[in-house]
């Protein structure tokens, strides 16, 4: 039960932000200059073309800074989270299914490995999303009670993208079966993702931290 609610939970939150993203009919010089936006900001991640590719569908959305860009980018990343942690579940019921096969219980147990790894990853992302929610309710005054808002989501996001990469660990090396590549390929790409994000939700909160350094220098 309590699985199942964190599901809905991460559906209803990425859904969200992907309605809060649904354009009001924009200029197409609005939707340049947002494309502009978008570019610049994806350049400082390490996988800026996936970056630009995520985020493109929110062109036509009203971005007023970096703090809508922190929010679809994790929108992003728990959408793939989701997508890969169901995938990885009917694999590993496929796997279960079939007991006889060679090497069926490392296999198995590999699978569920991931699976957990990235459940964690959709539970982190879900409580990163609520918690910039939190942040974006917070004002513009430097507090601690911010900087504690902040310190959350970097936390939580950077476990995500720990727990995917363990998952892609798992199956190192290049010769592997079709359905172990299949696994590694969406798991690396729920970690770049996570990356991408983490990497824009640190532009976001440089201003906060930039800002506090500069009230508390002597």
Known sequence: ?????????????????????????PSKHKNSQTMIYIESSCNDTLYPNLCIRCLARYAKSTINGPQHLAQYALSVSLSRALHTRGYLLKVAKEIKSNKGAKNYKR???TVQDCVNQITDSVEQLSQAIEELRRLNKSGSTINDDMLWHISNVETWVSTALTDARSCVYSFPGHRMSKRAASIKVKAMNVA?????????????????????????KP
Not at 3 to 15: C, D, K
Not at 196 to 210: K, V
């Open 1 to 25: 039960m309590a699985q199942l609610n964190l599901t809905l939970l991460a559906i209803f939150l990425s859904l969200l932000f992907l309605i809060l993203a649904t354009p009001v009919e």
């Open 107 to 109: 296999e198995y147990l």
């Open 192 to 216: 770049e993702v996570t990356s991408n994000a983490l990497a824009l939700f640190h532009r976001y909160a440089s201003r906060y931290r930039q800002a506090e350094a500069r009230t508390t």
